[in-house]
T-cell receptor, first 112, second 120 residues
Framework: RKEVEQDPGPFNVPEGATVAFNCTYSNSASQSFFWYRQDCRKEPKLLMS???SGNEDGRFTAQLNRASQYISLLIRDSKLSDSATYLC?????????????FGQGTELSVKP | NAGVTQTPKFQVLKTGQSMTLQCAQD?????MYWYRQDPGMGLRLIYY???????DKGEVPNGYNVSRLNKREFSLRLESAAPSQTSVYFCASSYKTTSGSVSGAKNIQYFGAGTRLSVL
């Protein structure tokens, strides 16, 4: 089983749609959780950290369920500029140089 | 703000040639990382350096060597390139240290723009 698993998609949605991505992780001792965004042929960039209480940044909402080892990202009112690959990222290692495990990514394509 | 700078951006090698990928960060980060990204495989960690003077193997270290030259610079060397090493290589850095509290913010990794390497 992969340490971090995501549905690879692609998700094809119209502008204005709400879309949700899911991610599961295998190590119950995992410490930190993030969503990164990667545009085609570019480097990954932090979208948002994920906190246990859930957190929101504008149109983006992230949720963490430690009991189920599940992370989600909700994008409301999708824009064309949201088209990218979204990477679920987990730090399962305490005191090991901050290594992160990246999911394979979920591709989102927002159409006019 | 330069952040993480990688050179070169593109490189074509013949099988058996050697080369070094350079990475430098100006954020005073302690930890640095080298990843490769292949279609359908996601980002895979090659080597990392938790702090100046230390390096450790990641998930796919075979065929690579690294040097943490100083706090700013972390290089990746291919001694004898193989077609299987054709990939996009990313360098990253983070503040995270090997000791102390686990702070989510300190685990955030910042990436360079990548090196696209083809081995023929």
């Amino acid at each position: 089983r992969k340490e971090v698993e995501q549905d690879p998609g692609p998700f094809n949605v119209p502008e204005g749609a709400t879309v949700a991505f899911n991610c599961t992780y295998s190590n119950s001792a995992s410490q930190s959780f993030f969503w990164y965004r990667q545009d085609c042929r570019k480097e990954p960039k932090l979208l948002m950290s994920v906190y246990s209480s859930g957190n929101e940044d504008g149109r983006f909402t992230a949720q963490l369920n430690r009991a189920s080892q599940y992370i989600s990202l909700l994008i409301r009112d999708s824009k064309l500029s949201d088209s990218a690959t979204y990477l679920c990222v987990v730090n399962p290692y305490y005191n090991q140089g901050g290594k992160l495990i990246f999911g394979q990514g979920t591709e989102l394509s927002v159409k006019p | 703000n330069a952040g993480v700078t990688q050179t070169p951006k593109f490189q074509v090698l013949k099988t058996g040639q050697s080369m070094t990928l350079q990475c430098a960060q100006d954020m005073n980060h302690n930890s640095m990382y080298w990843y490769r990204q292949d279609p359908g495989m996601g980002l895979r960690l090659i080597y990392y350096s938790a702090s100046e003077g230390t390096t450790d193997k990641g998930e796919v270290p075979n065929g690579y060597n690294v040097s943490r030259l100083n706090k700013r610079e972390f290089s990746l060397r291919l001694e004898s390139a193989a077609p299987s090493q054709t990939s996009v290589y990313f360098c990253a850095s983070s503040y995270k240290t090997t000791s102390g509290s686990v702070s989510g913010a300190k685990n955030i990794q910042y990436f360079g723009a990548g090196t696209r390497l083809s081995v023929l």
